[in-house]
Structure formats: C-alpha cells, structure tokens
C-alpha cells in the first residue's frame, strides 16, 4: 500500500498546483490498487482525495456524491477522524451548490464526529471551514463556530491557519454584536440536535401565512384565500398557534351599528 500512498500524495500536491488532470490520474492509480488489495479504507481516503479535486473543478455534484460515499466507509470502518474530514469535504461541495441548510448540518455533525474521538484539531477545522463557506450563518452559530475554532486550533501551527482565523474574526466583527460565550455554551449550539418534526411544521406554516398576509396587504379574507382555507379557520390558527402574526393584518374594521327609528 506504499506505493499507493505515495501515488495519492502525488496527486494532491498536483491539486494544489491545479493540474487536476494529472492530479485525478494519480488519485485513480492510488485508488486501483487500494481495490485490487481489498482494502476499503484506503480507497475511501483516495476518494474524499478526489472529491477536493472534483471541488475545485466545479464539478460540485459528483464531489458531494463521492465524498458522502466515503464518509459512510470511514465510518463503518469505525475510522471517525477520518470520517470528519470526509463530511468537512462533502459539507464544502454542499455549500458551494448553494445547498446552504444541508450543509451547515454536515459540517456541524463532522464537529460532534470529530470530537467523540477528541480531535480537537478536526473539529476545528470544521467549524472553521463552516464560517468560510455558508454566509447565511445566524450571529449566534458564527459567534459559536469562531470561539470553538480558535480554542481548538490554538496549538494548530502554519501561518494559514491564522490568516484563515483572521478572517473568520473580521466576519465576525462584521455581524451583529454579541456577549462573550463559554466553551460549553458554543459547544451546545454547534452540535446538532434531533429534528423536532412539529417545531418545523409550524414554522413552516407561519412562513406560509405570513408570506400570504404580505401579498394580501394584511387582509386576513384574501389570505385565506391564497391559503385555500377558510377565514375563520385562518383566525383561529393566528390567534392559538402564531399570534405574532396578528401585527401583520390588516385593522379590524367593525361595522357601524344601525340607529333604531
């Protein structure tokens, strides 16, 4: 397997100076022969390898797919520091096909894989390259996944790594002000969570409403109708379920009572 180690690591110094043709034809010969020799994990490792290459070509779809195969190896292979770099490689490639949402989870669970077996210095990376590569990150994940990256890559030597940390910080300072967290408390809000699968749907259907609300200029009849309901159903769903919505409609309008004669 030395020979297809050496030939792996031919192929990512000619990534790194992008010649990616060449780079691939090396990653494929290290890959050949980590499959002629059975052995999974390797050829696993050659493939998030490829996946980098695969990155920088924009070729973004066939990088995500090749990277999460190999992190599912890595992980049945009971191989998790390998496996977080793997999902640090797949949550790139999401994020730069614009799937924002999926890969703020991939890059959050290769922090909690990477910290199961305390290294710290993967997580950071993680959380690092989570900073890099979604902007729509909220004040409080991207205060988190600074203050986690620059305690876990405090020994972390190159001066990349610092210029790298730099630039997190200024877009750091560039967001919304806030308190000084703890570890645990950054820690906390960078693991992920299970999904609670009604909190989404009412938040998904508050969205909806307030979306109709803002086309019917707050008419809560003509939003029911864009909604396909009822009006009363309407209200009573506003008024039990998001009555922070009820700022959004339009002034109740009461009819004028009729003088007796």
């Known amino acids: 397997m030395f020979r297809a180690d050496i030939k792996n690591n031919v192929g990512l110094i000619l990534f790194n100076l992008s ?26 490792q050659y493939d998030e390898s490829a996946a980098q290459v695969l990155i920088a070509e924009g070729r973004l779809v066939e990088a995500e797919a090749v990277a999460r195969k190999a992190v599912s190896t890595l992980e049945k292979a009971g191989h998790q520091c390998m496996a977080a770099e793997a999902l640090i490689t797949q949550g790139i490639a999401l994020a730069r096909s614009h799937r924002t949402e999926r890969a703020q989870l991939i890059f959050q669970r290769a922090i909690e894989v990477a910290r199961q077996v305390n290294a710290l210095n993967t997580a950071g990376l993680a959380a690092l ?12 994940t991207l205060h988190a996944a600074y203050r986690q990256a620059r305690e ?25 002000q806030h308190g000084e967290l703890s570890s645990e408390e950054a820690t906390e ?16 259907e508050k969205a909806l409403i307030k979306q109709a609300l803002a086309q019917a200029n707050g008419r809560v009849t003509h939003a029911a109708s864009l909604l396909g309901i009822q009006y009363q159903g309407l209200i009573y769903i506003i008024e039990s379920r998001h009555k922070d919505l009820l700022k959004e409609r339009s002034p109740i309008r009461r009819r004028a009572k009729r003088s007796k004669k």
Do not use: M
């Open 19 to 44: 010649r990616f043709r060449e780079a691939h034809k090396y990653l494929s010969e290290a890959r050949r022969l980590s499959v002629r020799l059975k052995d999974k994990t390797r050829t696993a």
């Open 129 to 140: 390259t989570l900073i890099e590569e979604i902007d729509q990150l909220s004040p409080a």
């Open 152 to 176: 876990w890559l405090l020994n972390a030597q190159g001066q990349e790594i610092k210029l790298r940390l730099g630039d997190a910080a200024a877009k750091l300072a560039a967001s919304v």
């Open 189 to 204: 809000i960078l693991l992920t969570k299970p999904c609670d699968l009604q909190d989404k749907v009412l938040k998904y």
